[in-house]
């Protein structure tokens, strides 16, 4: 059964830092679209940050650009998202989802996606 699950969540003052991690189990990543989204309440999903399935490109959003960086460690089968100088504004649940191939122009897209994790809260206050 194929299923995700992501840690790394919590509470973090304004200027710190977080690394999310997203680890597969049930299938490998390779080939695989992974893309970490976000919900904060009262608001639409939003895409973060992407790495395709297909070029191996990373993709980030305007908002996080410069401050959050993707990776991923095939030997263990996990994604991560390293978050640093987190704004309030970045308080949100935070979810890893995967497709198959390539996500291309729309890798922010969540329909795109047809696996998702349950999701890791975090929430950035002083």
């Known amino acids: 059964q194929l299923q995700f699950v992501e840690s790394g969540g919590g509470l973090v003052q304004p200027g710190g830092s977080l690394r999310l991690s997203c680890v597969a189990s049930?299938?490998?990543?390779?080939?695989?679209?992974i893309t970490w989204f976000r919900q904060a309440p009262g608001k639409e999903q939003e895409g973060v940050s992407c790495?395709?399935?297909?070029?191996?490109?990373?993709y980030y959003a305007d908002f996080v650009a410069g401050r959050f960086t993707i990776s991923r460690d095939f030997a263990k089968n996990t994604v991560y998202l390293q978050m640093n100088s987190l704004k309030p504004e970045d308080t949100a649940v935070y979810y890893c989802?995967?497709?198959?191939?390539?996500?291309?122009?729309?890798?922010?897209?969540?329909?795109?996606?047809?696996?998702w994790g349950q999701g890791t809260q975090v929430t950035v206050s002083s």
């Open positions: 049930g299938f490998t990543l390779d080939y695989y679209t």
């Open positions: 989802a995967a497709r198959g191939g390539s996500a291309g122009n729309r890798w922010y897209d969540p329909y795109e996606y047809y696996y």
């Open positions: 790495i395709d399935g297909g070029d191996r490109s990373k």
